[in-house]
């Protein structure tokens, strides 16, 4: 069965730092997703992006974020100076098709932020 | 008032028992509902769709009511591997994305 990969599952980084989050999506999906969970909340939208460039972004994806496809096949998510609240999970997701909602999610990466 | 809220429970039920959850959601504009189900630690996954005509899969069913703004779920002879948080979940086209609910925390005891 066709998946969403992340990695790395989890990484510990020193406040400040630049941390890049790696995703595959389903390989014939065309739109993609970053969503965050902090540690006993709820899941929230970060960004979407669709034919290389961001559909949406939520109030939480300010300046210090970016996102990227270097190829055919990558998703990236770049924070350019971690901060202490950026500890959360990170869930890369796909979909076949926009007005569905159903997506699929990766496993998650785990950002510690110290 | 919240987006979407969900009884974040915990819910403990015994092996067999049926249960259901309620959500309710403020966005009108929301075209289309989902419950997702996410085990501890895990990512969300699709449980299934609500439609307005309610609809069942195995033990699981789901209705919606736009007149009200609320959606459920109700899941009949639970089993031990139905222990999990379910997520309320609304899709707004205006929007393009998913907004989640808090969770409601279900455990099924043998």
């Known amino acids: 069965e066709p998946e969403v990969t992340q990695t790395p599952s989890h990484q510990v980084t020193q406040m400040g730092q630049e941390v890049i989050l790696r995703c595959v999506p389903i390989?014939?999906?065309?739109?993609f997703y970053w969503y965050r969970q902090i540690l006993g909340q709820k899941v929230e939208f970060l960004v979407s992006?669709?034919?290389?460039?961001?559909?949406?972004k939520s109030e939480i994806f300010d300046d210090q974020f970016s996102v990227e496809r270097p190829d055919g096949s990558n998703f990236t998510l770049k924070i350019r100076s971690t901060k202490l609240e950026d500890s959360a999970m990170y869930f890369c997701?796909?979909?076949?098709?926009?007005?569905?909602?159903?997506?699929?999610f990766g496993e998650g990466s785990r950002l510690t932020v110290l | 008032r919240k987006e979407v809220e969900q009884d974040p429970g915990p819910f403990n039920v015994p092996e067999g028992a049926t249960v259901a959850f309620n959500c309710t959601y403020s966005?009108?504009?929301?075209?289309?509902f989902f419950w997702y189900r996410q085990d501890c630690r895990k990512e969300p996954k699709l449980l299934m769709s609500?439609?307005?005509s309610g609809n069942e899969d195995g033990r699981f069913t789901a209705q919606l009511n736009r007149a009200s703004q609320y959606i459920s779920l109700l899941i009949r002879d639970s089993k031990l591997s139905d222990s999990a948080t379910y997520l309320c979940?609304?899709?707004?086209?205006?929007?393009?994305?998913?907004?989640f609910g808090s969770g409601t925390q279900l455990t099924v005891l043998p």
């Open positions: 979940v609304f899709y707004s086209g205006s929007a393009r994305q998913l907004t």
């Open positions: 609500v439609y307005s």
């Open positions: 390989s014939n999906h065309l739109y």
């Open positions: 966005n009108s504009a929301s075209q289309s």
């Open positions: 997701a796909s979909s076949g098709t926009v007005n569905t909602g159903e997506l699929f």
């Open positions: 992006f669709y034919n290389n460039e961001i559909s949406e």
